[in-house]
């Protein structure tokens, strides 16, 4: 009998280890049952500005919770917001984590919101993309790309310079620099690939000046574009690659669609996480990052359509046969996004001046 007690209270330890692991049949990383097991004690994760229907982060908090049986609670701000809103919880946070635009993760350190964590790894990001001591580091990015609507548009571009042309009358639709991310980053790919930099947007904001001036530009939106591309209203649409590819693979265009990384070059624009200063949940807050950082939270955005920050993440033949080639990756750029965010004020009124003919 007593060694009946002893068997039962060995099987009975093995159940509650395997409780608090999740049942995890193999981890993802050195040290990943032990954070789960201190991760259960908290039970829960409070993700600000991680909206579902944006950069695949249903898939991503559906593995999550699979995964490790703990709960995710977000919101979907924007990241402006995001950092007004943990400037107001500094002294009592609510969140445990913080995702936006790279820019904004290294505004939420200057207000002292964040703490630095290098998650799993850490050490594969490029250093213009992370902070070195992991206040904010980059988890995916997009690329500036045409989005073309083969039934609308008479020709596909293969660059910046082909927008000019008399063919693209009316047909190319963006988003305002001066109110949103990927206004500014057409701004700012422009300039790079025409022979700027961020220390010289001249370039750019020319050359988006003389698309106006040929009556190329069919509109100017304040908001996303995405409803009215699928619906069949914009010949060329000037966006990110993930978007293009939604509009392909899930908004129903399919061949209909071409997507080009522009031959003069583009940029990469890089969305950033970080662990939140006096997170209340700290320990379940570093299993979600390191879950964002693992092989298969990366992959997951790539299931997406979103690329992965890590390079060296293996797709199935199926998710990576729907992105473009790796060598027309290669005509895009990182940037320092920092140094960029410092300029955006003189670059809206350089692109209103001379774009739009405001004083």
């Known amino acids: ?77 924007g990241s402006g917001a995001t950092v007004v809103r943990l400037e107001k919880e500094k002294n009592r946070p609510n969140a445990d984590t913080a995702y936006y635009f790279m820019p904004f993760g290294a505004a939420a350190k200057e207000k002292g919101v964040t703490e630095g964590f290098k998650p799993v790894n850490f050490d594969k990001i490029p250093e213009i993309l992370k902070d070195p001591e992991g206040h904010w580091f980059s988890i995916h990015k997009g690329t500036v790309v045409f989005a073309i609507n083969k039934k609308l548009s008479k020709k596909v571009p293969e660059g910046w310079k082909d927008l000019l042309e008399p063919d693209f009358k009316k047909s190319i639709v963006y988003l305002d620099p001066r109110t949103t991310g990927i206004g500014y980053a057409i701004v700012l790919a422009t300039a790079h690939a025409l022979g700027g930099s961020v220390d010289n947007l001249m370039p750019g904001i020319e050359y988006l000046a003389e698309l106006q001036k040929r009556g190329n530009i069919r509109l100017i939106e304040k908001t996303t574009e995405y409803d009215k591309f699928v619906k069949g209203e914009i010949p060329v649409w000037i966006t990110y690659d993930f978007n293009a590819y939604r509009a392909k693979y899930i908004g129903g265009l399919g061949d209909d669609v071409a997507i080009v990384i522009p031959k003069e070059g583009t940029i990469t624009a890089p969305y950033a996480i970080s ?28 299931e997406g359509f979103v690329r992965p920050i890590l390079d060296d993440v293996k797709m199935p033949e199926d998710v990576a046969q729907k992105f473009l080639p790796a060598t027309e990756y290669k005509k895009a750029m990182d940037i320092d996004w920092v140094k960029a965010q410092k300029v955006q004020g003189e670059a809206a009124k350089l692109w209103g001046k001379y774009v739009l003919g405001e004083e």
């Not at 993802?28 to 049952?33: A, C, D, T, V």
């Not at 662990?275 to 790539?302: C, D, I, Y």
Request: negative net charge.
């Open 275 to 302: 662990l939140v200063k006096g997170a209340p949940h700290p320990q379940a807050a570093r299993l979600w990052l390191n879950f964002v950082m693992s092989e298969l939270g990366q992959l997951t955005f790539a």
């Open 1 to 77: 009998m007593k060694k009946f007690w002893v068997v039962m209270l060995v099987v009975a330890g093995i159940l509650l280890w395997a409780s608090l692991a999740g049942a995890l049949e193999e981890e993802l990383y050195p040290g990943e049952r032990e954070l789960l097991e201190a991760a259960k004690q908290e039970g829960i994760v409070v993700s600000y500005d991680t909206g579902p229907t944006w950069a695949n982060w249903a898939g991503v908090f559906k593995k999550f919770t699979q995964r490790y049986d703990i709960e995710i609670v977000y919101n979907d701000l």
